[in-house]
């Protein structure tokens, strides 16, 4: 009733409620207790179909027709006679028969038996599995039905930016030297000042660009410094940039691009390494944790990816690229055939991890895989964690997402 016209609620706002009453129970209460913050006009709108909704169950249960109680309380015979004379005069007098019934009352249709989410046919990636771990009604929003589109931000537009800036400088610094320090500050300022140029619509205002370009500019002076420092330490080359990575587990297919493999000089291992722009792991020990939980495969996935190359694989990276206001601390983690365990301090950057746990989250990509080929999932649970809301660009649209932690405990 509340989605239909009669009601006075307005379409998108009746279709929520009624989303939101499969969840909550009883719809009445629902709106009682305000489960939707609306304006003034639709909040008067659906407390007065709630009142009137109150009544028809109340006169209904005293014996009274329902089709006569609903009908009077929603004033619905007025309306339709009204209507119906007028499209009589319209006819020359004739009374329309819309008159004579406002309603009609039918029984309420069976419901559809549940039937699985059609099978994912297409690729695999590291970061659409990261997404269904962190929420899998996510995944369903973005991937399974793109029922609502993002339109992207100015934050995927730095990072976008600054991945451009870093590929074309190590393109021509392949081999770090301290002997060209000035040379490469130059080169990295007008290559971060023409990535983001070439990304200048991502923005929405200019101050907004100018800001993220000021930035930019700060944290790659700082990403410079690591660089001479960490090729003085231990010489490295640049062997690719955005490198393709394509594996295949068990018939899966899955794609992606690793933003940089070097090669180290001394002992020829490998090492892959991956640049974030925003939120990442703080110690090594808290990234392991991670791969442990099946909460990241994105490094995983490039070890396996690299190794089923050829490649001998000894290192695996993340950069931190977010703060200009902090040194490059990047998160290294040593490939070991064991788990090396914790390392000895908590908030260590540099640490290890085996080719076990590595396997594990190998087993588990293809279990998910699976999982999401199979066409059986009926429901995908929200997460939570009402942090992964934060920035979610289907929160609006999940009428099931955990509360804000500010509210978790309020009453």
């Keep these: 009733m509340i989605r239909s016209s009669c009601s006075g609620v307005p379409h998108d706002i009746g279709?929520?409620?009624?989303?939101?009453?499969?969840?909550?129970?009883?719809?009445?209460?629902?709106?009682?207790?305000?489960?939707?913050?609306?304006?003034?006009?639709?909040?008067?709108?659906?407390?007065?179909?709630?009142?009137?909704?109150?009544?028809?169950?109340?006169?209904?249960?005293?014996?009274?027709?329902?089709?006569?109680?609903?009908?009077?309380?929603?004033?619905?015979?007025?309306?339709?006679?009204?209507?119906?004379?007028?499209?009589?005069?319209?006819?020359?007098?004739e009374r329309s028969d819309e008159s004579k019934a406002a309603i009609e009352l039918v029984e309420a249709p069976a419901a559809e038996p549940l039937r699985g989410v059609p099978a994912w046919e297409k690729h695999f990636s590291a970061s659409a599995l990261n997404t269904y771990a962190?929420?899998?009604?996510?995944?369903?929003?973005?991937?399974?039905?793109?029922?609502?589109?993002?339109?992207?931000?100015?934050?995927?537009?730095?990072?976008?930016?600054?991945?451009?800036?870093?590929?074309?400088?190590?393109?021509?610094?392949?081999?770090?030297?301290?002997?060209?320090?000035?040379?490469?500050?130059?080169?990295?300022?007008?290559?971060?000042?023409?990535?983001?140029?070439?990304?200048?619509?991502?923005?929405?205002?200019?101050?907004?660009?100018?800001?993220?370009?000021?930035?930019?500019?700060?944290?790659?002076?700082?990403?410079?410094d690591w660089l001479l420092a960490q090729a003085k330490e231990a010489p490295f080359e640049v062997l690719g940039r955005e490198v393709a990575a394509n594996l295949d587990l068990d018939g899966r297919p899955f794609v992606g691009y690793i933003d940089r493999l070097d090669r180290d000089e001394r002992s020829g291992g490998v090492g892959v390494v991956d640049y974030k722009t925003g939120s990442i792991a703080t110690s090594a020990d808290e990234y392991c944790e991670r791969v442990r939980r099946f909460q990241d495969f994105q490094l995983p996935f490039y070890y396996w990816a690299r190794t089923g190359a050829g490649d001998r694989v000894t290192r695996l990276v993340l950069i931190p690229l977010k703060d200009a206001l902090l040194d490059v601390r990047p998160i290294v983690l040593e490939v070991s055939p064991r788990a090396p365990g914790p390392s000895r301090k908590k908030d260590d950057a540099c640490g290890g991890i085996g080719v076990d746990e590595l396997e594990g989250s190998r087993a588990r990509m293809i279990e998910l895989s699976d999982e999401l080929s199979s066409g059986s999932i009926q429901h995908f649970e929200t997460t939570s964690n009402p942090v992964a809301c934060t920035y979610c660009a289907y929160a609006t649209s999940c009428a099931a997402r955990p509360p804000a932690e500010a509210r978790r405990f309020g009453s």
Excluded at 25 to 42: K, Q, R, T, V, Y
Excluded at 44 to 64: H, N, P, Q, T
Aim: charge should be positive; charged fraction near 25%; aromatic fraction near 10%.
């Design 15 to 93: 279709a929520a409620y009624a989303t939101l009453a499969t969840r909550t129970g009883n719809l009445l209460d629902a709106i009682d207790a305000g489960l939707l913050a609306l304006p003034m006009p639709e909040r008067d709108s659906v407390l007065l179909f709630a009142a009137r909704s109150r009544k028809v169950r109340s006169s209904a249960s005293e014996g009274e027709g329902l089709h006569a109680v609903i009908a009077t309380t929603f004033a619905l015979n007025e309306g339709s006679a009204k209507h119906g004379l007028q499209r009589g005069a319209a006819r020359g007098g």
């Design 134 to 224: 962190e929420c899998a009604r996510k995944w369903f929003y973005r991937y399974a039905c793109a029922a609502v589109e993002d339109p992207g931000s100015a934050a995927s537009a730095y990072g976008t930016a600054f991945h451009l800036a870093l590929e074309d400088f190590h393109g021509e610094f392949p081999r770090p030297n301290s002997n060209d320090s000035a040379v490469m500050r130059s080169r990295m300022r007008e290559c971060v000042t023409w990535a983001f140029q070439r990304n200048r619509n991502g923005f929405e205002t200019q101050v907004e660009f100018e800001l993220a370009v000021r930035r930019a500019q700060r944290t790659s002076q700082r990403y410079v």
